[in-house]
């Protein structure tokens, strides 16, 4: 955990076995004796059979694979409106959940900050780079049988109540 932590913080990206190393650590806690949601790993097909590796060896499986699809642009619009309160990490957005006063927390009356990573030009590189290592991902789950495709340009609350019927 602390090596993950100081690789990260020094923005470097983390090597795989560190990663997956993590995962079969967690695994074993009694908050993940039902499972876990992994968000964001793997992203590259290498990732993906390293981790497949790793739970096959510990006698279990991936069976669900979420992806939320939306367009790059409705999610650009989403992120680049997204205001975070730092100390809390209460999160608002300039056009779909404004805090009452622009610009403002609700419930400490101090500034909102965007996070450095959401603007459009950041974002298009992550949505480059996403397009071109995590699309085979998806398909190669595709084929394993466990990828549910979710329609994420749909209101929260009706996205969630697709994600529990996939897992009840």
Not at 14 to 30: C, F, G, Q, R, S
Not at 35 to 64: C, H, N, V, W
Request: net charge positive.
């Amino acid at each position: 955990g602390n090596k993950v932590k100081e690789i990260m913080e020094k923005g470097a990206l983390v090597p795989d076995e560190d990663v997956i190393e993590l995962i079969k650590n967690k695994m074993t806690a009694p908050e993940c004796q039902k499972g876990m949601i992994l968000d964001g790993f793997p992203r590259t097909i290498e990732q993906a059979k390293k981790l497949d590796e790793m739970y096959t060896k510990s006698g279990t499986k991936i069976d669900k694979v979420f992806e939320f699809k939306i367009p790059d642009e409705q999610l650009i619009e989403r992120i680049e409106g997204r205001r975070v309160h730092p100390d809390s990490g209460r999160t608002y957005h300039v056009k779909f959940n404004p805090p009452k006063k622009e610009g403002v927390d609700d419930v400490t009356g101090e500034k909102l900050i965007q996070r450095k990573d959401d603007t459009r030009d950041v974002l298009s590189k992550r949505l480059d780079s996403y397009h071109k290592y995590t699309t085979p991902v998806l398909e190669y789950y595709k084929s394993k049988g466990v990828l549910h495709t979710l329609d994420a340009t749909r209101k929260i609350d009706v996205t969630w109540e697709d994600i529990k019927k996939q897992l009840a």
